[in-house]
Structure formats: C-alpha cells, structure tokens
C-alpha cells in the first residue's frame, strides 16, 4: 500500500491512512464538492473534537456537533445535514460493528460481495458510493476479499481513473476529474 494522496495535503492524507473510520467518513462527505474537499473533513472534525473516533462522534451532543461541522472552515457546503450524516454513520459502525470501522470488511471473513452488501446498509451509502468505497479499499487500503474487483463493478478496474479510488497523485487527481467532467457531459447531452 502506498502513501494515500486523497486530499493531496500530506496531514489529512495521514490521518485517512491511520483512521479508517476517517476514510469512510470522506467517502460519505464525498457529494456535491471537490473530492478533496470531502477527504479533507476528517481532518478538520480530528483538529476540532481531537479525535475521528465512532464511539466518541456517536456520543457526542448532536448541536453541539453540527456546530463543529459548521465552524469555519466547515466540513461541507451542507454542513448542518452533514453533520447528521455524519453522527448516524459513527453510531451504525457503533451499534453494528462495536465501533470498529474494519469490522466491516474483516467480520466473518466477508467476500467482496458481502462487503458491498454491508457498505450498501451504512447511512449515506447507496450502490455506486459503496462500490467507490470497495474499489478505494482494494486499489488503496490493501483490502482485498475475494471478488472485490467484481462487486466493484467498473470501479475495481485497474489501470482506471474513474473515482477516488484510482486518485493517487496530483496527475491522477486530474485525470479522474477529466473523466467526471466528461460523464457529466455525456448525461447532459442524453437529457437534452
């Protein structure tokens, strides 16, 4: 596993690569602004709680929370929502998981599948957020059930820059907006 470079800042890539706790929770930030953006949030809930820890955000007063969120510079554009993301995330790894993130792909010894399955049930997660997450797991975290690659879909594809999961340096960053930007096009001119 190489040095994570999601932020493309050399502390909040740090963290995400210590907390894996941290790394779900930029994936779920990860809508609606810069994916570096999104990745950057852990960080800047670790600088102001002291920690990115599931048992300590689940807990944590829910006002109070979304006023940590909403400092600035605040963890997303929608930071009061957000904030509640992010709380009934901490407090699902919590109540199914005893608080510990890695669970969710080590338990029982899941498949690929099974990890997707488990990824899908989080709040904020739907299929495609889900198979980005897996791919990221298995491109860049050393996670690696059997069949990750298929339950991925196309985001398990090596040698892809289609999502987050294939961002491993400033180049890479451009090329999967690139990408992006391009499907974003082609489902315009579909609509039109």
């Keep these: 596993m190489g040095k994570l470079q999601l932020v493309q800042d050399p502390e909040a890539d740090a963290l995400l690569e210590a907390n894996p706790f941290a790394l779900l929770v930029g994936m779920m930030l990860d809508q609606q602004i810069p994916m570096e953006v999104a990745f950057a949030g852990p960080k800047k809930i670790a600088d102001r709680l002291g920690d990115v820890d599931a048992q300590q955000i689940a807990d944590h007063n829910p006002d109070e929370f979304v006023e940590l969120c909403s400092q600035t510079p605040a963890?997303?554009?929608?930071?009061?929502?957000?904030?509640?993301?992010?709380?009934?995330?901490?407090r699902a790894i919590v109540d199914d998981y005893d608080g510990d993130v890695t669970s969710l792909w080590t338990g029982g010894d899941p498949d690929g599948k099974e990890v997707?399955?488990?990824?899908?049930?989080?709040?904020?997660?739907?299929?495609q957020k889900a198979r980005?997450?897996?791919?990221?797991?298995?491109?860049?975290?050393?996670?690696t059930p059997a069949g990750?690659?298929?339950?991925?879909?196309?985001?398990?594809?090596?040698?892809?820059f289609m999502s987050v999961a294939d961002v491993v340096d400033a180049g890479s960053l451009?090329?999967?907006?690139?990408?992006?930007?391009?499907?974003?096009a082609k489902a315009k001119a579909a609509k039109a």
């Design 75 to 90: 963890i997303h554009r929608f930071p009061g929502s957000m904030a509640k993301r992010v709380q009934d995330l901490a």
């Design 116 to 127: 997707l399955r488990r990824l899908k049930r989080l709040p904020g997660f739907g299929d």
């Design 132 to 143: 980005i997450f897996l791919a990221l797991l298995g491109k860049q975290y050393g996670v």
């Design 148 to 160: 990750w690659r298929e339950a991925a879909g196309d985001y398990g594809t090596a040698g892809s």
């Design 174 to 184: 451009q090329k999967v907006r690139t990408y992006k930007k391009a499907m974003k």
